[in-house]
């Protein structure tokens, strides 16, 4: 063949990328869409958490930090920011875990175990803090009393969140290229290497992003902890609970100040980490 | 050499199948079997009179009517913003997919403030309502609401990735054979996502029946009037009566079990 | 007559798909859309469909302005590559469809499907669906969807794109013979030259967002008013500066004034054809040659041999030479 065949393809540009570009003007029909789900969402969630935003800055700025700093409230939020740091690394690793042996491994109970994962998810949270209170409570049938102590709420708060991570994983698991683990097998590699150097790393997005979304939800954990933790100003309450304490009172300003910073930081979170996953994608 | 590495892999295999499983059984399975237990320590009838007390009767009822306006609301907006998520462009459309996961970031008890500031009887917005007759704090439309909010994101984001998967070929298709918009959404898109829209909204109503800090919050917790069921729960066991929180916390688990056996069911076609 | 359309413009943002195209697809014709990925083929198609907007210009359809008309209302079929199969429904429930949007009445649309889908052989297949079928049954079923609503135009986008070879072969010539049968006016999209050459009446040379030729296969390869569509449509070789066909040349073992010197560098042996490169003074020139005569010559690499034409070459095309005119091709 001659030279001139093979430019053939070189000479022209590639096409577009497969997705049609879409005008971006939108129908009527689509326009009306738009303007409902628009209002729909103002109207339960943005003009709220406006209202939120504006409530705790009330008495300006100072104010907002003398709530937030009060030794109730500082007490409250170390403790919930501890817990939740602490239960997300103890879910990364075990989640990470769980969806591992749930995609690679079979045996006898399996659907089971995959379904019982949800469980979290869909129990309400007084019902997940009553079992946990019978359980390790004062009645405890095994013995364990962790009632009034910060062990307690951290065994509520593992509960709730531990579907987080292994339900973000899983589905990353599933997609993963096995001939990648096989390629760097017949390339010497161990299993615990090409787990560490092949695997790991296209697993990361998916567990940071579950791990985000675990502490998000064990800082905002209320109805499991409500009952085992006894919510003991300075030792076991934790902000959730001084948020409504502070509501019941009709201190709603230091309860909004509260209730900002919480919010700020699931959203600083969720954000870096959906930058994260993101950034994988990219290079996977 | 093989059966050296084979040997390791298997007894690492072995090792984490066995965390897993001790590690779900301690943290989930026993203690759900212990409420089943606790439950039933003194027989099935003590729990069927504590079931059926107008209290809890009447608790349950108001669970399900707010949820029910929950899944409703949440589904059509579920609906309409994933394909305008998928199918459309617009300015502002990563804004609009943001702000769908939003709820995911705010605590229930902050959900319930932030409603109260809006809607609550000394607001601007509240007391108009209330000028023409309609409760929304301490009564079901805040009630319902505070329900939305929580379980909002869930059908969106199980009709997103699959609206992408299919992508709009069938529905070009169909447009080609003369089907209009309407038709082609009612018989070419919607079977097209049936399952993964029952997923979202089996989710959205798991979601909403079993909410607690949001409606404590919003509700006023009236027994009788405002109270749901999971409030119920709470209610009976800072009364001292444990049998009562235990009777309806079971029934509140089973029906999440029962949640459950149809998301699994769900899960595999929905994949598909 | 037919479905046309005139100085259509076409971007995509900065990129420009279609530059002020015009092409007549003549009534009752198979024609092919032929030419590069990216070149603007399926665009253009998609537009006739109505499936896609143009910037400028306009579509007509049976002589009638048809630009503004969505596609429901076109009546023009299309088939993707894809499939793009109804996949909740049964075969028959796809065929049906466009029948039963019409409203058309049940015992009406049970035995017009019946009869396309013994029309693209699968009648056994009426109540399985999509998934349980092969890629080349789902293509058939989704002509027999197409055609099902007598459409006048029936346009097909890279038909057997997503096809292994031989079912690809085999549903070419599946498609001239169906064309034979019904006489719908088609057009479809390709970048196979050999299944345009195969299967069209015309042929539509696209690319860049231009049409390059149009003409029958034999005019297409035997006269190209380009070095892309020499190209494009056949193997090319040079001899003495000069494009050429590999084909059109032989080997003498007896240089003479007419025949270009040259080493035989290569002898490749390919099942029925046998390929000689030769070097020469201008350069590399390779020579197809059948099993007979490469036996008769008996070549070896290194052998001095001389290279001429059997036929003239094709001369290349003038700098100042233009596309021959679009309808020219069709004597309008």
Redesign the interface.
């Known amino acids: 063949?001659?030279a001139?065949?093979l430019q053939?393809?070189e000479t022209?540009?590639?096409?577009?990328t497969g997705r049609?570009?879409?005008?971006?003007r939108?129908g009527i029909?689509?326009g009306l869409?738009?303007g409902?789900?628009?209002m729909?969402?103002s109207?339960?969630?943005?003009?709220?958490?406006a209202?939120?935003s504006?409530?705790a800055f009330d008495n300006g700025v100072s104010g907002f930090w003398d709530a937030v700093s009060s030794p109730e409230a500082w007490a409250a939020l170390k403790l919930t920011v501890l817990a939740g740091l602490g239960v997300s690394v103890v879910n990364a690793v075990?989640g990470t875990?769980?969806a591992?042996?749930?995609v690679r491994?079979r045996?006898p109970?399996k659907?089971l175990?995959?379904?019982?994962?949800?469980?979290?998810?869909?129990?309400?949270?007084?019902?997940a803090?009553?079992?946990?209170l019978?359980?390790y409570g004062v009645q405890s049938?095994i013995g364990i009393n962790l009632a009034f102590k910060v062990s307690g709420v951290v065994m509520a708060l593992?509960?709730v969140t531990?579907p987080f991570v292994v339900r973000t994983v899983e589905p990353v698991l599933w997609e993963l290229d096995q001939e990648m683990e096989e390629a760097a097998v017949s390339l010497g590699a161990s299993?615990l290497t090409t787990f560490r150097r092949v695997v790991f790393p296209n697993l990361l997005p998916a567990i940071a992003s579950g791990t985000a979304?675990s502490f998000?939800?064990a800082?905002?954990?209320?109805?499991s902890t409500?009952?085992i933790s006894g919510n003991l100003p300075f030792k076991t309450q934790v902000?959730?609970v001084f948020?409504?304490g502070q509501?019941e009172s009709d201190r709603?300003e230091i309860?909004?100040a509260v209730?900002v910073v919480?919010?700020v930081l699931?959203?600083v979170v969720?954000l870096a980490l959906d930058g994260l996953q993101r950034w994988g994608r990219r290079r996977g | 050499m093989a059966s050296a590495?084979t040997a390791?892999?298997t007894a690492?295999?072995l090792g984490?199948?066995a965390?897993?499983?001790f590690?779900?059984g301690i943290?989930?399975?026993?203690?759900?079997g212990?409420?089943f237990w606790?439950t039933f320590e003194h027989g099935i009838q003590p729990v069927w009179d504590q079931l059926t007390t107008p209290s809890a009767a009447h608790a349950f009822r108001v669970t399900v009517i707010v949820a029910f306006w929950a899944v409703l609301?949440n589904t059509i907006?579920g609906l309409?913003?994933a394909?305008?998520l998928v199918?459309?462009?617009?300015?502002g459309k990563r804004v609009?997919n943001a702000?769908?996961?939003?709820?995911?970031?705010?605590?229930?008890?902050?959900?319930?403030?932030?409603?109260?500031?809006?809607?609550g009887p000394h607001?601007s917005v509240g007391s108009w309502f209330a000028d023409h007759g309609i409760d929304v704090i301490f009564a079901l439309p805040g009630m319902v609401?505070a329900t939305?909010?929580v379980s909002?994101p869930f059908v969106v984001r199980e009709l997103v990735p699959v609206l992408e998967e299919i992508g709009d070929d069938q529905e070009q298709a169909a447009w080609t054979l003369g089907a209009s918009?309407r038709q082609t959404f009612l018989r070419v898109t919607l079977p097209s996502i049936r399952w993964a829209l029952a997923y979202g909204v089996v989710?959205t109503l798991?979601?909403s029946?079993?909410?607690?800090?949001a409606i404590?919050?919003v509700s006023g917790n009236v027994i009788d009037h405002t109270q749901t069921?999971?409030?119920y729960?709470?209610a009976q066991?800072a009364n001292f009566n444990p049998q009562g929180?235990?009777a309806v916390?079971f029934a509140?688990?089973a029906i999440?079990?029962v949640?459950?056996?149809i998301?699994?069911v769900l899960r595999p076609k929905e994949r598909t | 007559m037919g479905i046309a359309v005139r100085n259509v413009t076409k971007r995509?943002?900065d990129?420009v798909?279609l530059d002020d195209v015009s092409v007549e697809i003549p009534s009752g014709d198979l024609t092919a859309l032929l030419g590069?990925?990216?070149?603007g083929k399926t665009t253009l198609l998609r537009i006739m469909a109505g499936l896609?907007?143009p910037d400028e210009g306009v579509v007509e359809i049976n002589g009638v302005d048809a630009t503004k008309l969505p596609p429901q209302s076109r009546n023009v079929g299309f088939v993707f590559q894809h499939y793009a199969a109804f996949k909740h429904m049964t075969v028959a429930k796809n065929v049906a469809f466009g029948l039963s949007i019409r409203k058309r009445p049940r015992a009406q649309i049970k035995s017009r499907v019946t009869e396309l889908l013994e029309l693209v052989h699968l009648e056994h297949f009426a109540d399985r669906y999509p998934n349980q079928l092969s890629g080349g049954q789902r293509q058939r079923m989704a002509l027999a969807r197409a055609l099902a609503v007598e459409p006048e135009v029936l346009l097909l986008d890279e038909p057997f794109g997503a096809l292994d070879a031989q079912v690809r072969k085999e549903l070419r010539t599946w498609l001239r013979r169906l064309h034979d049968e019904v006489h719908v006016t088609t057009a479809f999209v390709t970048h196979d030259q050999e299944e345009a050459m195969d299967v069209a009446d015309t042929i539509v040379v696209i690319?860049?967002g231009h049409i390059e030729q149009i003409g029958t296969p034999s005019d297409l390869y035997d006269r190209p008013t380009s070095?892309f569509v020499m190209?494009?449509l056949g193997?090319?070789?040079?001899l003495a500066g000069a494009?050429v066909r590999p084909h059109d040349l032989e080997i003498v073992l007896e240089p003479g004034e007419d025949a270009v010197a040259g080493t035989v560098a290569r002898v490749v042996k390919l099942g029925f054809e046998v390929r000689v490169d030769v070097d020469t003074a201008d350069g590399?020139t390779?020579v197809q040659l059948t099993r007979a005569d490469a036996d008769r010559l008996a070549l070896s690499a290194g052998a001095p041999v001389g290279v001429r034409a059997v036929r003239a070459p094709t001369t290349e095309v003038p700098a100042d030479a233009t596309v021959e005119p679009v309808l020219d091709a069709f004597g309008g």
């Open positions: 063949m001659s001139t065949d053939l393809t022209h540009p590639p096409a577009p049609r570009v879409r005008s971006p939108l029909r689509a869409g738009l409902f789900a628009t729909y969402l109207i339960v969630v943005l003009i709220p958490l209202a939120l504006s409530k075990f875990l769980i591992w042996v749930l491994d045996f109970g659907s175990m995959e379904a019982v994962i949800d469980l979290p998810f869909a129990l309400p949270t007084i019902v803090g009553l079992i946990l019978s359980l049938p593992l509960f531990l299993r979304l998000a939800r800082i905002s954990e209320f109805g409500v009952l902000s959730a948020i409504y509501i709603p309860a909004a209730s919480l919010l699931s959203l969720l | 590495t390791k892999t690492a295999r984490l199948r965390i897993a499983i590690y779900v943290m989930l399975l026993f203690p759900v212990l409420l606790r609301g907006f309409v913003t394909i305008l199918r459309h462009e617009f300015p609009l702000l769908v996961d939003l709820p995911f970031a705010v605590a229930p008890v902050v959900v319930g403030l932030s409603l109260i500031l809006v809607y607001t609401i939305m909010f909002l918009r989710l798991a979601r029946l079993g909410e607690y800090g404590l919050v069921a999971p409030l729960v709470g066991y929180a235990y916390a509140l688990a999440a079990i949640a459950i056996i998301l699994n | 995509f943002g990129f798909a590069p990925s990216g070149g896609e907007q690319a860049k070095d190209n494009f193997p090319v070789t040079q494009p590399e390779w």
